[in-house]
């Protein structure tokens, strides 16, 4: 059973950066197949996509646009999880950030991406 | 981007009722449409892939159908854990954007 474990800190000061940690267990990090996203929701934004890392013989990554100037995430192999930062925040990033698994799930030999495991959500407030 | 809209964005239904939520893509994404449901408080739970395929676990009074622009979620059978808030997500390509969401709440 896969379950995904956040870590961070839910209040944070402009211009900070944001940093959250999600640790696997059950799938690794370094799957051929899956890949590791970071989700945002807010009541003014609704559910925002970030950002995810995969592996494919190589690390890849894909980042939102609205976010790509500020955005890293990483993965780390030897502790089997993956990290967001978030640099030079404002409090338009408070959120509650999820992060999730896309186990690529296949349907007639394509692809498709889906989240079908999640974190239990850290809410992180940006306020001075 | 790719954007989403739905509708309606909530709805009053009963136990037992039927109940169609709509999802529209601002361009044709084929059948990369999945759905989610939330409860307050809880993430996300991914309820259909490929705008029809039942995720694992899912009772089958849920489906979806739909293909290119237009996609429809289906409860058949309302139960009194439906009541939540869903979501369609386009999974064409990145940015993999959410719809704004339908509220489903007792009448």
């Known amino acids: 059973q896969v379950q995904l474990q956040q870590s961070g800190p839910g209040l944070i000061k402009p211009s900070q950066t944001l940093s959250l940690t999600c640790a696997i267990s059950g799938d690794s990090v370094s799957s051929d197949s899956a890949a590791w996203n970071w989700i945002r929701q807010s009541p003014s934004r609704g559910l925002e996509w970030l950002g995810r890392t995969y592996y494919r013989s190589k690390w890849y990554n894909d980042y939102a646009v609205s976010v790509k100037s500020r955005i890293t995430i990483n993965p780390d192999t030897s502790k089997n999880q993956f990290s967001l930062q978030l640099n030079s925040v404002n409090p338009e990033d408070s959120a509650v950030y999820y992060c999730?698994?896309?186990?690529?799930?296949?349907?007639?030999?394509?692809?498709?991406?889906?989240?079908?495991?999640w974190g239990q959500g850290t809410t992180v407030t940006v306020s001075s | 981007d790719i954007q989403m809209t739905q509708s309606p964005s909530s709805l009053s239904a009963s136990v037992g009722d039927r109940v169609t939520i709509t999802c529209r893509a601002s361009q044709s994404i084929s059948n990369y449409l999945n759905w989610y449901q939330q409860k307050p408080g809880k993430a996300p739970k991914l309820l259909i892939y490929a705008a029809y395929s039942l995720q694992s676990g899912v009772p089958s009074r849920f489906s979806g159908s739909g293909s290119g622009t237009d996609f429809t979620l289906t409860i058949s059978s309302l139960q009194p854990e439906d009541f939540a808030s869903y979501y369609c997500?386009?999974?064409?390509?990145?940015?993999?954007?959410f719809g704004p969401g339908t509220k489903v709440d007792i009448k």
């Open positions: 999730a698994r896309d186990p690529g799930l296949m349907v007639t030999n394509r692809r498709y991406y889906a989240l079908d495991v």
């Open positions: 997500q386009q999974s064409s390509s990145a940015p993999f954007t």
